[in-house]
């Protein structure tokens, strides 16, 4: 019988000062953004797709309420990115056990089904990672030990996250047959997503646009879509036990898995979306 208690690290339910305050300080940056984005944007150029947003300045084009989460989608001559940045624990959690889709229609309908969907993480067949975003280190009078703590916690949920985050889910691409393609494929699709210090999570996905329909030299406006699919995405359940404390999630043969649960625990199940337009930016 499935232990949730073994899933996990040893459950705390204490956030430290440096996060708590970085979080406020987010959060008061998210109030100056648009809740979707209103510009074409260039990449930075020499951009890495590496889970981090230091390319980005570390700022975003825009803080979006209804899925929340911090946003930019940029492109070069050769690609277009989407940069996601979450910060509230269960936010992070909704998108571990479903993913984000980004979907481009380049036709400029937003349920156009011959778009092109990309959803990252996935994760291969009963690999899903197991973080316990309550887990965090807790703050001292000691500023050494605190920084070696957070590093110490930051390299071990990475490691979790990158040694099982190794495919991208591919829709609407005829010269791709496969769903389901490794991070190391062939054909130009880069995704990333990596845990700062402060534990905020940060994704960075790469298209071609020879795979959207779309030309840098002739640019037209087509209408994107991102949504975080939640826990239930593909037919999963979900159901509590142990008096509330954990959450457990089905999905078809997949074995069974525990995250913990928290006041908002319905958040992960439900998905959400935003829809919005965007024209490439030439140089």
Same mark, same amino acid.
């Given at each position: 019988?499935?232990?949730?208690?073994?899933?996990?690290?040893?459950?705390?339910? &204490?956030?430290?000062?440096?996060?708590?305050?970085?979080?406020?300080?987010?959060?008061a940056n998210a109030q100056k953004l648009p809740n979707k984005q209103e510009v074409s944007l260039r990449a930075p150029a020499g951009i890495r797709i590496d889970g981090k947003a230091t390319e980005w300045g570390n700022k975003f084009q825009a803080?979006?309420?209804?899925?929340?989460?911090?946003?930019?989608?940029?492109?070069?001559?050769?690609?277009?990115?989407?940069?996601?940045?979450?910060?509230?624990?269960?936010?992070?959690?909704?998108?571990?056990?479903?993913?984000?889709?980004?979907?481009?229609?380049?036709?400029?309908?937003?349920? #156009?089904?011959?778009?092109?969907?990309?959803?990252?993480?996935?994760?291969?067949?009963?690999?899903?990672?197991?973080?316990?975003?309550?887990? /965090?280190?807790?703050?001292?009078? #000691?500023? *050494?030990?605190? &920084?070696?703590?957070?590093?110490?916690?930051? /390299?071990?949920?990475?490691?979790?996250?990158?040694?099982?985050?190794?495919?991208?889910?591919?829709?609407?691409? &005829?010269?791709?047959?496969?769903?389901?393609?490794?991070?190391?494929?062939?054909?130009?699709?880069?995704?990333?997503?990596?845990? #700062?210090?402060?534990?905020?999570?940060?994704?960075?996905?790469?298209?071609?646009?020879?795979?959207?329909?779309?030309?840098? #030299?002739?640019?037209? *406006?087509?209408?994107?879509?991102?949504?975080?699919?939640?826990?239930?995405?593909?037919?999963? /359940?979900?159901?509590?036990?142990?008096?509330?404390?954990?959450?457990?999630?089905?999905?078809?043969?997949?074995?069974?898995?525990?995250?913990?649960?928290?006041?908002?625990? *319905?958040?992960?199940?439900?998905?959400?979306?935003?829809?919005?337009?965007?024209?490439?930016?030439?140089?």
């Amino acid at each position: 019988m499935l232990n949730p208690i073994k899933l996990f690290y040893k459950y705390h339910s &204490k956030i430290t000062l440096i996060a708590l305050l970085l979080t406020v300080c987010f959060f008061a940056n998210a109030q100056k953004l648009p809740n979707k984005q209103e510009v074409s944007l260039r990449a930075p150029a020499g951009i890495r797709i590496d889970g981090k947003a230091t390319e980005w300045g570390n700022k975003f084009q825009a803080y979006n309420h209804a899925t929340e989460i911090f946003y930019t989608i940029a492109n070069d001559d050769g690609n277009i990115y989407l940069v996601v940045k979450a910060i509230k624990p269960d936010i992070i959690n909704k998108i571990l056990l479903g993913g984000i889709t980004f979907t481009v229609s380049s036709s400029g309908k937003k349920n #156009d089904k011959e778009g092109v969907a990309v959803t990252f993480p996935t994760f291969y067949k009963n690999k899903r990672p197991y973080i316990n975003l309550k887990n /965090r280190p807790e703050l001292t009078k #000691d500023t *050494m030990m605190n &920084k070696m703590q957070a590093d110490s916690f930051m /390299r071990v949920v990475n490691k979790e996250l990158t040694d099982k985050s190794k495919e991208i889910e591919i829709e609407g691409v &005829k010269s791709i047959p496969d769903s389901v393609i490794s991070i190391y494929n062939a054909e130009g699709f880069k995704a990333i997503a990596l845990f #700062d210090k402060q534990i905020n999570y940060t994704s960075e996905l790469a298209i071609p646009i020879k795979y959207l329909g779309l030309s840098i #030299d002739k640019p037209i *406006m087509f209408k994107y879509n991102i949504k975080l699919n939640g826990a239930t995405a593909n037919g999963a /359940r979900m159901k509590l036990t142990n008096n509330g404390k954990y959450i457990i999630v089905t999905r078809g043969n997949d074995a069974a898995y525990a995250i913990p649960s928290s006041p908002e625990y *319905m958040s992960y199940s439900s998905s959400t979306d935003l829809s919005g337009e965007y024209t490439l930016a030439k140089k």
